[in-house]
């Protein structure tokens, strides 16, 4: 019996399975932190660039042009009308 305990005590396999369960669980955990934050920053950053680009006029970003400079799309004219008088005309007198 002494003889199978001393073995036991001398026996180092255990010990580097537990060195190597200790070490994959660790780097499994840093996975987990990584994605994490990853998952929150990526969230954010999308939910910013929604609210930005849902705030942006296409008609005043594209110069007034839908189809933007090179798209060949027609132009929109986005500005208010300005009010015209009629023109008065003085009569000319001919001989």
Aim: no cysteine; proline share 4%.
């Amino acid at each position: 019996m002494m003889k199978f305990i001393n073995n036991f005590r001398k026996d180092e396999d255990g010990a580097v399975t537990v060195d190597w369960v200790v070490l994959t669980a660790a780097v499994v955990g840093l996975a987990v932190a990584a994605y994490s934050s990853i998952n929150t920053g990526a969230t954010e950053l999308t939910g910013k660039t929604s609210t930005f680009l849902g705030a942006q006029d296409p008609a005043l970003a594209a110069g007034g042009n839908i189809q933007g400079a090179a798209g060949g799309g027609t132009t929109t004219d986005t500005t208010t009308p300005a009010t015209t008088t009629p023109a008065t005309t003085t009569p000319t007198t001919t001989q």
